[in-house]
């Protein structure tokens, strides 16, 4: 694991963005300091969170090509068949930067679980890719997420983190009852329009164009 102060991190070649949610158009700040991550020239992926409406990955590729972005394709995961199917693994595991859009976090889990795809995310970001978790998603990047005041279970690359996306003054409370159940935790509270990028020298950085931050906050037994 990568380790800067009380946060660590799967080790990898390429960056690690929870991005705590909206409107592409809005924060162009957060997605060209993605888009200037990439280190080479090879597509980028955007991985609907199993929505299967075609044209929100159409767009946000179109999005990023006018930020100069590579260009790209929608990796069409939508269930447990998709999930195996070789071609969408290798679309995943030979991008540059994969966007795991916002959406339904169940419906990815339920999704992805016993696939390959977990495994290909891996390869990327062990080979330099950019791995953005967008809203609901960056939920996944920890080893728990909160999501309307449910707890979901994550890939643990951000160890023992509890990402909060979208995190408001209305968390707080959601956030103290779960670090009650997961005391050995540290909450990730990330504000819409924020994100925390984690880099692959131990980088840690906020990227926004508000005056928002990310709020930790550890449970009793964290670091113990």
């Not at 162009?28 to 044209?55: G, K, V």
């Not at 990955?57 to 260009?71: T, V």
């Not at 925390?196 to 926004?208: C, F, I, Q």
């Amino acid at each position: 694991m990568t380790q800067t102060g009380p946060l660590q991190w799967r080790t990898g070649a390429g960056w690690l963005v929870l991005f705590g949610g909206g409107r592409w158009e809005e924060n162009e700040t957060i997605h060209s300091q993605a888009i200037s991550a990439i280190t080479d020239e090879s597509p980028i992926a955007f991985l609907p969170a199993a929505d299967p409406d075609p044209t929100v990955g159409e767009a946000f590729l179109s999005f990023y090509a006018d930020l100069g972005a590579p260009h790209g394709y929608v990796v069409p995961i939508h269930d447990q068949r998709s999930a195996s199917d070789p071609a969408n693994y290798r679309r995943l595991a030979n991008a540059s930067l994969i966007y795991i859009g916002g959406g339904s976090t169940q419906r990815l889990i339920e999704a992805v679980e016993g696939t390959p795809v977990i495994e290909a995310i891996a390869t990327a970001f062990d080979g330099g890719a950019v791995i953005v978790g967008a809203g609901t998603s960056a939920m996944l990047l920890g080893k728990w997420g909160i999501g309307h005041s449910r707890i979901y279970p994550g890939w643990g690359w951000v160890s023992d983190a509890l990402i909060t996306p979208q995190y408001t003054d209305e968390s707080v409370a959601v956030v103290r009852a779960a670090l009650q159940r997961y005391p050995e935790a540290i909450s990730l509270g990330i504000p819409s329009e924020v994100a925390l990028a984690l880099g692959p020298e131990g980088e840690v950085a906020t990227w926004t164009d508000t005056d928002q931050q990310v709020t930790a906050t550890f449970g009793a037994k964290f670091g113990r």
